[in-house]
T-cell receptor, first 117, second 111 residues
Framework: EAGVTQFPSHSVIEKGQTVTLRCDPI?????LYWYRRVMGKEIKFLLH????????ESGMPNNRFLAERTGGTYSTLKVQPAELEDSGVYFC???????????????FGPGTRLLVL | LAKTTQPISMDSYEGQEVNITCSHN???????ITWYQQFPSQGPRFIIQ???TKVTNEVASLFIPADRKSSTLSLPRVSLSDTAVYYC????????????FGTGTRLKVLA
């Protein structure tokens, strides 16, 4: 069974440009999560999808970030316009829906390394 | 909201048992605790998950006291390949679907 995949693995862009990150979850996983780690900081939650619905997007830093999951399959995270402080590693994870909230085991992708110059 | 803290780093020798503790004072009643291992340039890799008392699988054990305000990951007989960063992950609390990673513990296994 394929794991969570993310594309691209690396992206280098200039300040003000737009970048779109893609995440393909494990097949059948309704839950999809985005996290990021900026340089020297902890891994921070960005948002959580259940199928195509945003369950919690309280971690999104500002309105330059837009996440979508059309059809409840893959997800995209767009940063527009990118700023220097957006540099970091963006992780995606997915999980089954457990009968008990809080029990879902998240499986992570390899991450996308974003560098904004 | 839940706040999670871990020791920044630990050193151990091959063959020893390593215990890493995560403090999560405000964990919600229904939240499980999950531990991950991360190598450089890779995503976090699932190790073990538990709710209370003790859970054991083929690679680790997880000890959770009755108050669930902390958890301890136990790695038996570590090897050089266990050198990595270890994270706990918990839900952010009741009424939210947000998750919080621990600060991460950098384990270095020495020969």
């Amino acid at each position: 069974e394929a794991g969570v995949t993310q594309f691209p693995s690396h992206s280098v862009i200039e300040k003000g440009q737009t970048v779109t990150l893609r995440c393909d979850p494990i097949s059948g996983h309704d839950n999809l999560y985005w996290y990021r780690r900026v340089m020297g900081k902890e891994i921070k939650f960005l948002l959580h999808f259940v199928k195509e619905s945003k369950q919690d997007e309280s971690g999104m830093p500002n309105n330059r970030f837009l996440a979508e999951r059309t059809g409840g399959t893959y997800s995209t995270l767009k940063v527009q316009p990118a700023e220097l402080e957006d540099s970091g590693v963006y992780f995606c994870a997915s999980s089954w829906t457990s009968g008990r909230q809080g029990q879902e085991t998240q499986y992570f992708g390899p991450g996308t390394r974003l560098l904004v110059l | 909201l839940a706040k999670t803290t871990q020791p920044i780093s630990m050193d151990s020798y091959e063959g020893q048992e390593v215990n890493i503790t995560c403090s999560h004072n405000n964990i919600a009643t229904n939240d499980y605790i999950t531990w991950y291992q991360q190598f450089p340039s890779q995503g976090p890799r699932f190790i073990i998950q538990g709710y209370k008392t003790k859970v054991t699988n083929e690679v680790a054990s997880l000890f959770i006291p009755a108050d669930r305000k902390s958890s301890t990951l136990s790695l038996p007989r570590v090897s050089l390949s266990d050198t990595a960063v270890y994270y706990c992950l918990v839900g952010a609390g009741r009424g939210t679907y947000k998750y919080i990673f621990g600060t991460g513990t950098r384990l270095k296994v020495l020969a």
